[in-house]
């Protein structure tokens, strides 16, 4: 309960930075209207851990963003990503993936800093998501696993690869680089790195259960456009 209380602090916190940010500026404000796609990389943070490579997927969102002249904006995303895990069986000619699609609603601080033509910012807020969708790809059956002859290793965490999600709502802290690059005064492009860190379980987690955190994290590499709308 602490741990969670920490956490919803912290994201309140983040929400009321631009808040605080844009009380303290007089400049003249803009409001931009775009959207991002482009691909990420996935892991589950389970505890116990399970052997894991990084899970490909996509990623996308419509934007809004309030930036000042200078130095602060507020950005509001409403999108989709691709989370979840890929088991790494090193070797082994198995596979497995389980692949979350989650739509999830990014509110961000944005620190820019650069030229006319040319700058860089800083994204940093909460995110919260809900998973719409869970889909397993497998060469074995994962669900009788003595049938498995080729199976690695026998005192393996497996619980994770039939295990029914318990939670669809998640919530974390998201954070990102990137560049703009303006065309126009009213045109430009974007390319952005973020990072998020998902606070929730996916399963459940008290002590009687098999984990005590399954927690999602995903790397996203994106290019955007935005126009100016005043």
């Not at 939670?167 to 998020?196: C, K, M, Q």
Request: proline share 3%; with cysteine.
């Amino acid at each position: 309960m602490k741990s969670a209380f920490k956490s919803f602090s912290l994201i309140l916190l983040l929400m009321l930075v631009p808040m605080v940010a844009s009380a303290q500026t007089h400049y003249k404000g803009h409001l931009w209207i775009g959207g991002h796609a482009g691909a990420s990389l996935a892991r589950q943070s389970l505890s116990p851990s399970v052997p894991q490579k990084w899970l490909l997927g996509t990623t996308g969102a419509v934007a809004v963003r309030y930036s000042e002249e200078k130095t602060f904006g507020l950005v509001a995303e409403l999108g989709w990503a691709t989370r979840g895990w890929k088991e790494d069986f090193q070797e082994s000619p198995l596979a497995y993936s389980r692949s979350l699609t989650f739509i999830n609603l990014p509110v961000m601080t944005q620190i820019i800093f650069g030229g006319q033509r040319a700058k860089c910012f800083i994204n940093l807020g909460p995110e919260f998501s809900y998973m719409i969708g869970s889909n397993i790809s497998a060469n074995f059956d994962y669900t009788d696993l003595s049938s498995v002859t080729q199976w690695p290793e026998r005192d393996r965490m497996t619980e994770q690869l039939n295990m029914d999600i318990a939670n669809r709502f998640d919530y974390g802290i998201t954070a990102g680089i990137g560049g703009e690059f303006y065309v126009s005064p009213r045109h430009s492009i974007t390319l952005e790195a973020r990072y998020y860190f998902g606070l929730g379980n996916i399963f459940k987690s008290s002590k009687a259960d098999t984990f005590s955190a399954s927690r999602s994290s995903s790397i996203e590499f994106t290019i955007g456009y935005f126009f100016r709308y005043n």
